[in-house]
C-alpha cells in the first residue's frame, strides 16, 4: 500500500458513529455500528491524528457480491481527495482478493455520484432498481 494515512482496519465505534453522523449520513446506535465495524469484510479508513476523518467498507461474501457502504468524510475534510483514494483501495481490496467477475454495487446517496461515476459505476436502472424493505 502507497498511502501512509490510509488504514485497512475498521474506524473505533466512537469515530465511526460520528463520522456517519457528521457527514450527514443517518446516525447510527452503538448497538448497530458494533456489528458494521465488526463484521464487513474491508475497511479504507484515514486517519489523522489518530482519528478517523474519512471512511469506507465493502459487505461481501468475498467471491463475487460486494457492496461498498458508509462512503463518508468529516465535512472539514472533504473535496481533498480523500473519498476518491479511500474508494480506490475499496476496489484495489476487491481486485486483490476475489476471483474475476466480481458484482460490485452500492447505493449511491447525490453527493457521492460524480465521484462514483468518475470510478466507473454506471445505473442499473431501468433493467435493476435499487429497492430496500420500507420502515
Ligand atoms: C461523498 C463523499 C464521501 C466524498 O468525499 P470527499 O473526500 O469529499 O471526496 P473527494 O475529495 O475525493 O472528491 C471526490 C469527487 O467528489 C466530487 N466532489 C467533491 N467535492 C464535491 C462537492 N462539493 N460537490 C459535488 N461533488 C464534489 C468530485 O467529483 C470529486 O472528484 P474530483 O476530485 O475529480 O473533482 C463526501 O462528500 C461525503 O462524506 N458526503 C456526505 C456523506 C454521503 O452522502 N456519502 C455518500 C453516501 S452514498
Known amino acids: 500500500m502507497t498511502d501512509p494515512d490510509l488504514l485497512r482496519t475498521p474506524p473505533s465505534l466512537e469515530d465511526y458513529l460520528h463520522l456517519r453522523a457528521a457527514s450527514g ?6 448497538e448497530q455500528g458494533r456489528g458494521a465495524v465488526a463484521n464487513s469484510w474491508r475497511w479504507s479508513v484515514v486517519e489523522r491524528d489518530g482519528r478517523a476523518v474519512a471512511m469506507g467498507r465493502v459487505i461481501g461474501d468475498g467471491g463475487w457480491y460486494f457492496h461498498v457502504a458508509d462512503m463518508a468524510t468529516l465535512p472539514e475534510h472533504q473535496g481533498q481527495g ?8 475499496l476496489l484495489t481490496q476487491i481486485d486483490e482478493a476475489a476471483p474475476p467477475g466480481a458484482y460490485v ?9 460524480r465521484l462514483y461515476e468518475s470510478m466507473g459505476f454506471v445505473e442499473t436502472a431501468p433493467h435493476s432498481l435499487g429497492m430496500r424493505l420500507a420502515p
Open 82 to 89: 480523500l473519498g476518491r483514494r479511500v474508494l480506490a483501495d
Open 25 to 30: 449520513l443517518s446516525p447510527k446506535t452503538p
Open 105 to 113: 454495487t452500492l447505493m449511491a446517496d447525490e453527493p457521492g455520484r
